[in-house]
Nanobody, 117 residues
Framework: QVQLVESGGGLVQAGGSLRLTCAAS??????MGWYRQAPGKQRELVAT???????NYADSVKGRFTISLDNARNTAFLQMNSLKPEDTAVYYC?????????????WGQGTQVTVSS
């Protein structure tokens, strides 16, 4: 089974940056993604990336966030720039070993991102 560990969250002022890391223990990962959940809200897509390099971003983060993947180490990164208070949420990493939808696979425990105004 895939084990995922997120890190890099924290408190940052609006306009600042954070870089999240998700390390997966599985021997093969086909797709990884970042999702976020604010208090009282549903978990939502932030960005996904496949082993082949295809990416998908939520409209709300496009142009500000960049997802990347180290295929050899099964580690995903999320570079978050120009952060806004509405980005505040718990950010979760997910991975699909064989498919293209990380939400259907394994999940990490999450890392808190708080953006102050």
């Amino acid at each position: 089974q895939v084990q995922l560990v997120e890190s890099g969250g924290g408190l940052v002022q609006a306009g600042g940056s954070l870089r999240l890391t998700c390390a997966a223990s599985g021997s093969y990962i086909n797709a990884m993604g970042w999702y976020r959940q604010a208090p009282g809200k549903q978990r939502e897509l932030v960005a996904t990336i496949t082993r082949g390099g295809s990416t998908n971003y939520a409209d709300s983060v496009k142009g500000r966030f960049t997802i990347s993947l180290d295929n050899a180490r099964n580690t995903a990164f999320l570079q978050m720039n120009s952060l806004k208070p509405e980005d505040t949420a718990v950010y979760y990493c997910a991975a699909d070993q064989y498919g293209l939808d990380p939400r259907s696979g394994s999940w990490g425990q999450g890392t808190q991102v708080t953006v102050s105004s």
